[in-house]
Nanobody
């Protein structure tokens, strides 16, 4: 059974940092693109960041560019999201997702989703 399990969420003050992790199990995702989405209360789910299968390419939503960094460790079947300079508007449930194709990752069509981890940024 394929599973993506996120961790690392929590409550942090504005300007603080958090590091999210997403551990994949059930198969090897080293040939898959991986990424993060988020959903704030009463808002649609939105793309945050994506990384290619080997970590050689990344891209970000404009709202997080320069503050968030996505990375992966294929030996551990894990993808990370380092979040710095957090703002109250970053408050959301953050979801890990994966699919084979990297290009246009932000458009969806994911093969697998995690159940999410809550990030709350206080002002």
């Amino acid at each position: 059974q394929v599973q993506l399990v996120e961790s690392g969420g929590g409550l942090v003050q504005a300007g603080g940092s958090l590091r999210l992790s997403c551990a994949a199990s059930g198969r090897t995702f080293s040939s898959y693109a991986m990424g993060w989405f988020r959903q704030a209360p009463e808002k649609e789910r939105e793309f945050v960041a994506a990384i290619s299968w080997n970590g050689g390419s990344t891209y970000y939503a404009d709202s997080v560019k320069g503050r968030f960094t996505i990375s992966r460790d294929n030996a551990k079947n894990t993808v990370y999201l380092e979040m710095n300079s957090l703002k109250p508007e970053d408050t959301a449930v953050y979801y890990c997702a994966t699919r084979y194709r990297y290009s246009n990752f932000d458009t969806g069509g994911m093969a697998y989703w995690g159940k999410g981890t809550q990030v709350t940024v206080s002002s």
